[in-house]
């Protein structure tokens, strides 16, 4: 634990995903995954890892704002973070300059959040342990020192996993053809929960989810998402006419920002059925606390990047029980399957201790990246066993894919 963090270093490592039209959505028509991928050094050899997820261009800047944070990390022993990690969250949040970007938000959140992940992966291999292992013995040894934890038996996540929806399907760019085929295959494979991307065009959106529907049958669970394309009356409207299809969820319906804005949706909808769902890109635990007070949304989906990592999650994990919300993860992209596989345990052990209405989000795309990749079995994450928070890169991928001078992108931009 006496670990001296020596250096900091953080590449800007990007996915062409968008050459396949994978991630395409309403509002993000051509994503390019990507990640600011963050290397903590010690003087004893032990490495921490960690990242935070963007689509492309922008991710230069997040870069950046990681340079600008390390010198509040480069220097200290990771005995010193971990025995005051809200001092030292409040010190990365709470600079004097630098949060007048936005206290807690925007880029500098993001920035920190990689940082944040990188201690914690430090942390978990310091341990020999998984994160969520960390977290869960934290709460039998009462270091947390909060009567709200309670700690159910580990064997059943062990050997059941933790239910998982896809995205795979349906993103917006992809042909009938290939919905139906990858809908089929996973079907096959075991998958019961699925998600749709809509908002473009309304009658391609009926189009679309009458497709789905018939492809994975009227008793498996279909949710829609539109990545904020809609105003307030407009997606009140939209979703209602797609109601026939009887979606569990519309996801992210207008401005993430838009508290009150998400509470007239919600209350429009319900005599529908239908829930809403937001938080993948809600910046702070202070908003998702104005979400829940306002019966803003009825599934939380916390990302394991947008807030300022494990910390921050940890907080809304706790509201949404209080609540009694459920807590259905954002993920896919880059990395976050692997990060948000260990905020769902751990919720599941030590705060809900229940699986209604709760899954987790897949995208299978990249994984094959990482050194510790999740594991999915019949449709549900398998507990990682690696020590750390599953953020480590393979050194080859990270070189091939780094922006602009890799292999990928130098063939790329010479074509």
Known sequence: ML?????????????????EQHGSDAMHTDPDYSVAYVVL??????????????????????????EAVAGLVVGKSL????SDFRGFYRLLTSDGQMRWLGPEKGVIHLAIAAVLNAVWDLWARAEGKPLWKLLVDMVSHREFRLDCFFLLPEEHMLKEGYPAYTTSCAWLGYSDQLLKQLCTDALKS???????????DLEDDKRR??????????????????????????????????AEFKPLWVEEPTSPDDILGHAAISKALAPLGIGV????QCHNRVM??????ASALQFVQIDSCRLGSVNENLAVLLMAHKFQVPVCPHAGGVGLCELVQHLILFDYIC????????????VDHLHEHFTSPVVIHDAHYMPPKDPGYSCEMLESSVQSHQYPEGDVWTLIMNK
């Open 3 to 19: 670990h001296k963090i020596t250096s900091l270093t953080v590449r800007d490592v990007r996915f062409p995903t968008s050459l």
């Open 41 to 66: 050094d010690t003087d004893c050899g032990l490495k921490g890892f960690g990242l935070t997820f963007t689509v492309g261009k922008g991710t230069e800047i997040v870069v950046c704002a990681v």
């Open 79 to 82: 005995q010193e973070i971990v």
């Open 190 to 200: 075991g998958w019961t929960k699925f998600k749709v991307k809509v908002g473009a």
């Open 209 to 242: 989810c009458r497709l789905m529907r018939q492809m994975i049958g009227p008793d498996n669970t279909l949710m829609i998402d539109a990545n904020q394309r809609w105003d307030v009356a407009e997606a009140i409207s939209w979703v209602s006419s797609l």
């Open 277 to 280: 769902a937001t938080g993948e």
């Open 288 to 293: 998702f606390k104005q979400f829940l007070q």
């Open 351 to 362: 705060v809900s201790g229940s699986l209604g209405n709760r899954m987790c989000e897949y």
